[in-house]
Nanobody, 127 residues
Framework: QLQPVESGGGLVQSGGSRRLSCDAS????????IGWFRQAPGKEREGVSC????????RYADSVKGRFTMSRDDAKRMVYLQMNTLKPEDTAVYYC????????????????????WGQGTQVTVSS
């Protein structure tokens, strides 16, 4: 199984920070696009950030631009989502997903393109 594993969720106060980790050690990151998605209560899942297989292209949802930073450590095969200035509306289950891709230079928020999903980690931001 190539399923990634998320960690780092928890309870944080509004304005605080949290770093999520995605263990993708079962794959070679150069061959995969990695995405972070989230699903808030009563809402559809949405793309938060994604990184291309080369690592040179990173995309953010407008709602998190300037506050969240996605990065990866190829040696550890880990992907991170640093979340700063958190708001109550960031409360959600956060998922890491991976997409096998040998050709593209960008990444996508289209969920159906992703091959494996983690179980998710809950982030709760209190006001």
């Amino acid at each position: 199984q190539l399923q990634p594993v998320e960690s780092g969720g928890g309870l944080v106060q509004s304005g605080g920070s949290r770093r999520l980790s995605c263990d993708a050690s079962r794959v070679t990151l150069d061959n995969y696009v990695i995405g972070w998605f989230r699903q808030a209560p009563g809402k559809e899942r949405e793309g938060v950030s994604c990184i291309s297989r080369s690592g040179s292209f990173i995309r953010y949802a407008d709602s998190v631009k300037g506050r969240f930073t996605m990065s990866r450590d190829d040696a550890k095969r880990m992907v991170y989502l640093q979340m700063n200035t958190l708001k109550p509306e960031d409360t959600a289950v956060y998922y890491c997903a991976i997409k096998w891709d040998l050709y593209s230079t960008v990444c996508t928020f289209m969920e159906e393109r992703y091959d494996y999903w983690g179980q998710g980690t809950q982030v709760t931001v209190s006001s």
